[in-house]
């Protein structure tokens, strides 16, 4: 979807939906605001139902302070003009009240996001803006503050989360990242302690993009079979995102079309809105031109390549598998019968491996060993087709669940080593 080409009034309304929808804030709670080139800031109103929301809501604040709309601007409007007079490269600001954020700023602490390299990518340093009144004249200059040290992302004590970018999608990128690591950090606590990134490792993962290794064609046929494959990747990713296995551009899936041949969901776009023709079509060493697949690609073509029973890959950083991925806490599958079969042995490498040694990961793989969770990176789901690689990665964050909720109640049991040749035996599994 080109963002750029929506009016600010619907830009607006589109992400705080998003942002209510998924749980980020309540019906009167959060305000987004965008700075356009006339120096103009649209921003959502007052008190108004944030699941209601039209564009006809939208509150447009010329620069002399005169407001059009029907309803009066957001009462942190005041915050949101001092980062744009602060920090002259952000054209958006979000702020709204997440759970897990809101549980970091009662305590005035910032999650660690050296955990993973994605919100060192995204998002960089955290700070932490000191209490006081919202609407605040002096709240808009302690959240000022610490965007001028460099951060993009703001923990604001006793009251929320607030981020900035070029662009309103950057921004809630940013949003959405915090918000993910801290339910991250949370679920991992549960387990144990989290191991931390080095920046070395994390520019590893971050200077790690080989598009320029496979050449740009233009296909000159698409069968039905690839047609019906771009829609199921696109209904799957979807569905992936609202049911947070996939951030909004976080996760993928790929579908071999033939030997020599797959498709695979791109880079850096939001998987809300992927659409049929965002698709990318690898044919040996060349990948369709104008597009950019996945960070994965190559991994994902050296799977194929070595496992010719391996139809579909899910590469995806589950919330609560990544748990135990940055714990380095075993994730045993012999937890329910449905456990066992989808995931068999669930096995773990070091951080970095994915990069360093793709052929390792690949001949680990196995119908015994169809997942490969890489620490404080992501999980690798292999499927017969792209159903059943969905339906794999499902079960394991569901399991993954389980067990952590599990640890609140009681000792875990798991199933026994008798049990689980009894049900090789009954579902004739290798």
């Known amino acids: 979807?080109?963002?750029?080409?929506?009016?600010?009034?619907?830009?607006?309304?589109?992400?705080?939906?998003?942002?209510y929808s998924?749980?980020?804030?309540?019906?009167?709670?959060?305000?987004?605001?965008?700075?356009?080139?006339?120096?103009?800031?649209?921003?959502?109103?007052?008190g108004i139902d944030k699941g209601t929301l039209t564009r006809n809501d939208i509150c447009q604040v010329k620069p002399d302070g005169t407001v059009k709309g029907r309803y009066k601007p957001s009462v942190e409007l005041p915050f949101h003009?001092?980062?744009?007079?602060?920090r002259k490269d952000v054209k958006s600001v979000v702020h709204a009240h997440p759970p897990a954020l809101v549980s970091f700023?009662?305590?005035?602490?910032?999650?660690?996001?050296?955990?993973?390299?994605t919100p060192n990518i995204v998002i960089g340093k955290v700070g932490i803006a000191e209490y006081d009144v919202p609407g605040s004249a002096k709240l808009g200059e302690n959240i000022a503050k610490i965007f001028k040290e460099g951060c993009n992302a703001v923990i604001m004590e006793n009251h929320g989360a607030v981020t900035c970018g070029a662009d309103v999608f950057t921004a809630f990128w940013r949003f959405e990242t915090l918000e993910y690591c801290a339910k991250l950090n949370m679920q991992s606590r549960i387990l144990g302690e989290p191991?931390?990134?080095?920046?070395?490792?994390?520019?590893?993962?971050?200077?790690?993009?080989?598009?320029?290794?496979?050449?740009?064609?233009?296909?000159?046929?698409?069968?039905?079979?690839?047609?019906?494959?771009?829609?199921?990747?696109?209904?799957?990713?979807?569905?992936?995102y609202s049911k947070r296995l996939f951030t909004s551009t976080q996760g993928s899936f790929s579908q071999r079309l033939s030997r020599d041949s797959f498709l695979i969901t791109p880079t850096e776009a939001d998987r809300l809105y992927l659409n049929e023709a965002d698709i990318v079509?690898?044919?040996?060493?060349?990948?369709?031109?104008?597009?950019?697949?996945?960070?994965?690609?190559?991994?994902?073509?050296?799977?194929?390549?070595?496992?010719?029973?391996?139809?579909?890959i899910s590469v995806a950083h589950p919330l609560n598998v990544m748990a135990f991925g940055i714990t380095r806490t075993p994730l045993d599958a012999r937890t329910i019968p449905e456990s066992y079969i989808?995931?068999?042995?669930?096995?773990?490498?070091?951080?970095?491996?994915?990069?360093?040694?793709?052929k390792k990961i690949s001949e680990m793989l196995s119908e015994?060993?169809?997942?490969?969770l890489i620490e404080n990176d992501s999980l690798i789901v292999t499927g017969s087709s792209l159903l059943n690689c969905f339906d794999k990665l499902e079960v394991a964050d569901f399991t993954a669940k389980t067990i952590i909720s599990a640890k609140n109640i009681g000792k875990t049991v798991r199933i026994s080593d008798d049990e689980v040749n009894e049900i090789n035996i009954a579902f004739n599994l290798k």
């Open 368 to 372: 015994s060993t169809p997942l490969v």
């Open 1 to 19: 979807m080109k963002f750029e080409f929506l009016h600010p009034s619907d830009q607006l309304v589109m992400f705080m939906d998003r942002i």
């Open 81 to 86: 003009k001092k980062v744009y007079q602060t």
């Open 22 to 46: 998924n749980g980020m804030t309540t019906m009167s709670g959060g305000n987004i605001s965008i700075l356009d080139e006339n120096g103009d800031i649209w921003i959502t109103p007052s």
């Open 281 to 312: 079509r690898i044919d040996r060493e060349w990948r369709e031109a104008g597009k950019r697949p996945s960070r994965g690609v190559l991994l994902h073509k050296l799977i194929y390549d070595m496992h010719p029973e391996i139809n579909s």
């Open 105 to 117: 700023s009662l305590t005035r602490t910032a999650p660690l996001i050296d955990i993973i390299p």
């Open 195 to 240: 191991v931390t990134l080095t920046n070395e490792q994390i520019e590893l993962l971050k200077n790690n993009y080989n598009e320029a290794m496979l050449s740009e064609y233009i296909p000159s046929f698409r069968t039905s079979e690839e047609l019906e494959s771009r829609r199921l990747m696109c209904n799957l990713a979807h569905r992936a």
């Open 342 to 358: 989808m995931m068999r042995e669930l096995q773990s490498v070091p951080f970095g491996t994915s990069i360093t040694e793709p």
